[in-house]
Protein backbone atom coordinates (compact mmCIF):
# COMPACT_ATOMS: atom_id res chain seq x y z
CA UNK A 1 0.00 0.00 0.00
CA UNK A 2 0.95 3.63 -0.10
CA UNK A 3 1.05 6.34 2.31
CA UNK A 4 2.38 9.36 3.31
CA UNK A 5 2.52 10.16 6.74
CA UNK A 6 2.81 13.82 8.23
CA UNK A 7 3.19 13.33 11.82
CA UNK A 8 3.10 17.06 12.91
CA UNK A 9 -0.01 18.35 12.75
CA UNK A 10 0.70 21.53 13.94
CA UNK A 11 3.80 23.63 14.47
CA UNK A 12 4.57 26.97 15.75
CA UNK A 13 7.96 28.92 15.49
CA UNK A 14 9.00 32.72 15.94
CA UNK A 15 9.78 34.42 12.91
CA UNK A 16 13.53 33.86 12.05
CA UNK A 17 13.61 30.43 13.82
CA UNK A 18 14.39 27.14 11.26
CA UNK A 19 11.83 24.91 10.93
CA UNK A 20 11.94 21.13 9.56
CA UNK A 21 8.72 19.96 8.74
CA UNK A 22 8.53 15.65 8.58
CA UNK A 23 7.36 13.85 5.77
CA UNK A 24 7.62 9.46 5.67
CA UNK A 25 6.26 7.50 3.06
CA UNK A 26 5.41 3.83 2.26
CA UNK A 27 5.96 2.20 -1.21
CA UNK A 28 6.99 -0.94 -2.37
CA UNK A 29 7.40 0.76 -6.06
CA UNK A 30 11.73 1.32 -7.09
CA UNK A 31 10.71 4.33 -9.18
CA UNK A 32 8.02 7.00 -7.63
CA UNK A 33 8.05 10.67 -7.30
CA UNK A 34 7.81 12.84 -4.24
CA UNK A 35 6.44 16.33 -3.71
CA UNK A 36 5.83 19.13 -1.37
CA UNK A 37 3.01 21.82 -1.95
CA UNK A 38 2.05 24.37 0.28
CA UNK A 39 -1.66 25.38 1.20
CA UNK A 40 -1.91 29.16 2.33
CA UNK A 41 -5.10 30.58 4.05
CA UNK A 42 -6.46 31.43 0.48
CA UNK A 43 -6.58 27.95 -0.10
CA UNK A 44 -4.90 27.53 -3.23
CA UNK A 45 -2.31 24.36 -3.20
CA UNK A 46 0.91 25.44 -4.54
CA UNK A 47 3.37 23.24 -6.05
CA UNK A 48 6.80 23.62 -4.12
CA UNK A 49 9.07 21.11 -5.06
CA UNK A 50 9.29 17.25 -6.95
CA UNK A 51 11.87 14.42 -6.30
CA UNK A 52 12.33 11.31 -8.54
CA UNK A 53 13.35 8.07 -6.72
CA UNK A 54 16.74 7.95 -8.35
CA UNK A 55 17.47 11.35 -7.44
CA UNK A 56 19.06 11.37 -4.09
CA UNK A 57 20.33 14.66 -4.40
CA UNK A 58 19.37 17.03 -1.93
CA UNK A 59 17.94 20.45 -3.56
CA UNK A 60 17.87 24.16 -2.05
CA UNK A 61 15.81 26.62 -3.21
CA UNK A 62 16.57 30.30 -1.30
CA UNK A 63 15.18 29.50 2.51
CA UNK A 64 13.95 26.08 1.58
CA UNK A 65 16.01 23.11 1.08
CA UNK A 66 14.40 19.36 0.80
CA UNK A 67 16.35 16.30 2.26
CA UNK A 68 15.22 13.10 0.66
CA UNK A 69 16.91 9.66 2.50
CA UNK A 70 15.72 6.69 0.94
CA UNK A 71 17.25 4.90 3.67
CA UNK A 72 14.63 5.89 5.89
CA UNK A 73 11.91 6.67 3.43
CA UNK A 74 11.73 10.33 4.37
CA UNK A 75 11.31 13.42 2.48
CA UNK A 76 11.84 16.22 4.77
CA UNK A 77 11.37 19.91 4.41
CA UNK A 78 13.43 23.09 6.19
CA UNK A 79 12.36 27.04 5.91
CA UNK A 80 15.38 28.94 7.01
CA UNK A 81 14.93 31.90 8.59
CA UNK A 82 11.26 31.54 8.61
CA UNK A 83 8.68 34.16 7.74
CA UNK A 84 5.49 34.95 8.79
CA UNK A 85 4.54 34.82 4.93
CA UNK A 86 5.65 30.99 5.62
CA UNK A 87 2.36 30.38 7.96
CA UNK A 88 0.73 27.66 5.58
CA UNK A 89 -0.48 23.74 5.78
CA UNK A 90 2.33 21.92 4.05
CA UNK A 91 1.86 18.86 2.03
CA UNK A 92 3.94 15.98 1.20
CA UNK A 93 2.71 13.91 -1.42
CA UNK A 94 3.83 10.38 -3.21
CA UNK A 95 3.12 9.79 -6.75
CA UNK A 96 3.53 6.34 -8.13
CA UNK A 97 4.86 5.92 -11.47
CA UNK A 98 2.21 4.53 -14.58
CA UNK A 99 -0.64 5.49 -12.41
CA UNK A 100 -1.53 8.58 -14.53
CA UNK A 101 -0.14 11.03 -11.91
CA UNK A 102 -2.48 10.49 -9.37
CA UNK A 103 -1.22 11.78 -6.15
CA UNK A 104 -1.65 10.45 -2.60
CA UNK A 105 -1.46 12.99 0.04
CA UNK A 106 -0.12 13.17 3.69
CA UNK A 107 -2.76 14.74 6.26
CA UNK A 108 -0.28 17.85 5.82
CA UNK A 109 1.51 19.89 8.96
CA UNK A 110 0.13 23.35 10.02
CA UNK A 111 2.94 25.90 10.11
CA UNK A 112 2.25 29.35 12.12
CA UNK A 113 5.23 31.55 12.13
CA UNK A 114 4.78 34.44 14.35
CA UNK A 115 5.99 37.85 14.34
CA UNK B 1 -1.88 32.86 -18.48
CA UNK B 2 -5.02 31.66 -16.79
CA UNK B 3 -4.73 29.33 -14.00
CA UNK B 4 -7.52 26.32 -13.33
CA UNK B 5 -10.85 27.96 -12.09
CA UNK B 6 -13.84 26.53 -10.16
CA UNK B 7 -16.74 27.67 -10.11
CA UNK B 8 -18.95 27.78 -7.79
CA UNK B 9 -16.10 28.84 -5.09
CA UNK B 10 -18.83 28.10 -2.45
CA UNK B 11 -22.14 26.09 -2.28
CA UNK B 12 -24.68 25.31 0.08
CA UNK B 13 -27.04 22.78 -0.66
CA UNK B 14 -29.92 20.78 1.45
CA UNK B 15 -29.36 17.05 2.13
CA UNK B 16 -30.64 15.31 -0.87
CA UNK B 17 -30.39 17.55 -3.64
CA UNK B 18 -28.11 17.09 -6.67
CA UNK B 19 -25.49 19.59 -7.16
CA UNK B 20 -22.68 20.46 -10.36
CA UNK B 21 -18.83 21.55 -9.63
CA UNK B 22 -17.23 22.74 -12.38
CA UNK B 23 -13.50 22.83 -13.18
CA UNK B 24 -11.62 24.61 -16.04
CA UNK B 25 -8.23 23.11 -16.31
CA UNK B 26 -5.51 25.38 -17.76
CA UNK B 27 -5.72 25.70 -21.85
CA UNK B 28 -4.09 22.46 -23.44
CA UNK B 29 -3.85 20.56 -20.22
CA UNK B 30 -5.20 16.78 -21.41
CA UNK B 31 -4.83 15.59 -17.57
CA UNK B 32 -7.67 16.62 -15.13
CA UNK B 33 -7.63 15.48 -12.13
CA UNK B 34 -10.82 15.78 -9.51
CA UNK B 35 -9.34 15.67 -5.53
CA UNK B 36 -11.83 16.01 -2.18
CA UNK B 37 -10.39 17.53 0.65
CA UNK B 38 -12.26 17.43 4.36
CA UNK B 39 -11.58 19.68 6.87
CA UNK B 40 -8.12 19.19 8.45
CA UNK B 41 -7.14 16.74 6.09
CA UNK B 42 -4.86 16.08 2.71
CA UNK B 43 -6.58 15.96 -0.34
CA UNK B 44 -8.06 12.79 -1.17
CA UNK B 45 -7.97 11.43 -4.87
CA UNK B 46 -11.25 10.94 -6.47
CA UNK B 47 -10.82 10.26 -10.47
CA UNK B 48 -8.76 11.59 -13.13
CA UNK B 49 -9.10 12.47 -17.12
CA UNK B 50 -6.96 11.82 -20.19
CA UNK B 51 -8.68 13.79 -22.50
CA UNK B 52 -12.45 12.98 -22.83
CA UNK B 53 -12.02 9.40 -20.80
CA UNK B 54 -11.92 8.86 -17.27
CA UNK B 55 -8.74 7.06 -17.19
CA UNK B 56 -9.03 5.95 -13.21
CA UNK B 57 -12.32 6.42 -11.01
CA UNK B 58 -11.07 4.36 -8.18
CA UNK B 59 -11.18 6.92 -5.74
CA UNK B 60 -15.12 8.27 -6.50
CA UNK B 61 -16.88 6.89 -2.98
CA UNK B 62 -20.15 5.67 -4.38
CA UNK B 63 -21.82 5.62 -7.52
CA UNK B 64 -23.76 8.90 -6.27
CA UNK B 65 -20.31 10.50 -7.55
CA UNK B 66 -19.73 11.30 -11.35
CA UNK B 67 -17.71 13.08 -13.44
CA UNK B 68 -17.49 13.97 -16.87
CA UNK B 69 -15.59 15.76 -19.39
CA UNK B 70 -17.30 15.74 -22.83
CA UNK B 71 -15.03 17.94 -24.89
CA UNK B 72 -11.67 16.91 -22.82
CA UNK B 73 -11.48 20.44 -21.53
CA UNK B 74 -14.07 22.00 -18.96
CA UNK B 75 -15.13 18.77 -16.38
CA UNK B 76 -18.24 18.65 -14.11
CA UNK B 77 -18.50 16.44 -11.02
CA UNK B 78 -22.11 15.70 -10.52
CA UNK B 79 -23.23 14.36 -6.79
CA UNK B 80 -26.75 13.36 -6.46
CA UNK B 81 -28.60 13.13 -3.34
CA UNK B 82 -26.31 14.92 -1.27
CA UNK B 83 -25.79 14.02 1.98
CA UNK B 84 -23.69 15.72 5.21
CA UNK B 85 -20.54 13.82 5.14
CA UNK B 86 -20.19 14.95 1.23
CA UNK B 87 -19.31 18.54 3.02
CA UNK B 88 -15.84 19.19 1.74
CA UNK B 89 -13.87 21.12 -0.71
CA UNK B 90 -13.59 19.61 -3.96
CA UNK B 91 -9.87 20.33 -5.72
CA UNK B 92 -9.69 20.34 -9.38
CA UNK B 93 -6.12 19.93 -11.14
CA UNK B 94 -4.90 19.75 -14.16
CA UNK B 95 -1.02 18.69 -15.88
CA UNK B 96 0.02 18.70 -19.67
CA UNK B 97 -0.44 15.20 -19.67
CA UNK B 98 -0.96 12.13 -17.03
CA UNK B 99 1.77 10.45 -15.49
CA UNK B 100 5.05 11.19 -17.09
CA UNK B 101 8.01 12.06 -14.97
CA UNK B 102 8.22 15.83 -14.82
CA UNK B 103 4.21 16.54 -14.93
CA UNK B 104 2.95 19.00 -11.84
CA UNK B 105 -0.53 19.23 -11.47
CA UNK B 106 -2.10 22.94 -10.84
CA UNK B 107 -4.68 23.09 -8.52
CA UNK B 108 -7.80 25.05 -8.84
CA UNK B 109 -8.84 27.55 -5.87
CA UNK B 110 -11.43 24.69 -4.89
CA UNK B 111 -15.24 24.64 -4.33
CA UNK B 112 -16.67 24.01 -0.65
CA UNK B 113 -19.81 22.01 -0.53
CA UNK B 114 -21.92 22.34 2.43
CA UNK B 115 -24.76 19.98 2.79
CA UNK B 116 -26.94 21.14 5.62
Known amino acids: AQKVTQAQTEISVVEKEDVTLDCVYETRDTTYYLFWYKQPPSGELVFLIRRNSFDEQNEISGRYSWNFQKSTSSFNFTITASQVVDSAVYFC????????????FGQGTELSVKP | GAGVSQTPSNKVTEKGKYVELRCDPI?????LYWYRQSLGQGPEFLIY????????DSGLPNDRFFAVRPEGSVSTLKIQRTERGDSAVYLC??????????????FGPGTRLTVL
Open chain 1, 93 to 104: ALRRRNQGGKLI
Open chain 2, 27 to 31: SGHTA
Open chain 2, 49 to 56: FQGTGAAD
Open chain 2, 93 to 106: ASSPTAGGDYNEQF
